[in-house]
């Protein structure tokens, strides 16, 4: 029984993708929503995507190498990290004048405005 044409264009169209997912796809398989990964190529910093018009893909080794990109090495056992400690801030010692600023005895704009 041959194949209707349809469903050889669905073939040949998912033989041309496959090696592409679309954000939806990508944002299921990272465990992070749709609009996170909208939000990394807003601020250039998710996997490079290709458009099609309307269509949007991301090619998987571009994503797997985005990945890789993002490891970071760990930190070394015998070099613990520790946060600065905050240091208390003592009171001012110099004294603050509240004296009235006097705005009236400012000078005005430079050259007249009759």
């Known amino acids: 029984m041959p194949e209707s044409s349809e469903s050889q264009d669905a073939v040949r169209v998912?033989?041309?993708l496959a090696g592409?997912?679309?954000p939806k796809d990508l944002a299921r398989a990272l465990g992070v929503s749709e609009r996170t990964v909208a939000r990394w190529h807003r601020f250039r910093e998710g996997p490079p995507r290709v458009e099609f018009g309307r269509k949007v893909f991301y090619r998987l080794e571009?994503?797997?190498?985005?990945i890789a990109s993002c490891e970071r090495p760990e930190a070394r056992a015998d070099r613990v990290r520790r946060r600065p400690r905050l240091r208390a801030v003592e009171p001012s010692r110099v004294s603050?004048?509240?004296?009235?600023?006097?705005?009236?005895?400012?000078?005005?704009?430079?050259?007249?405005?009759?």
């Open 14 to 16: 998912s033989s041309i």
């Open 20 to 22: 592409y997912v679309t």
């Open 62 to 66: 571009s994503v797997n190498a985005w």
């Open 96 to 114: 603050v004048s509240m004296q009235r600023n006097d705005v009236g005895a400012l000078p005005g704009p430079s050259g007249s405005h009759n």
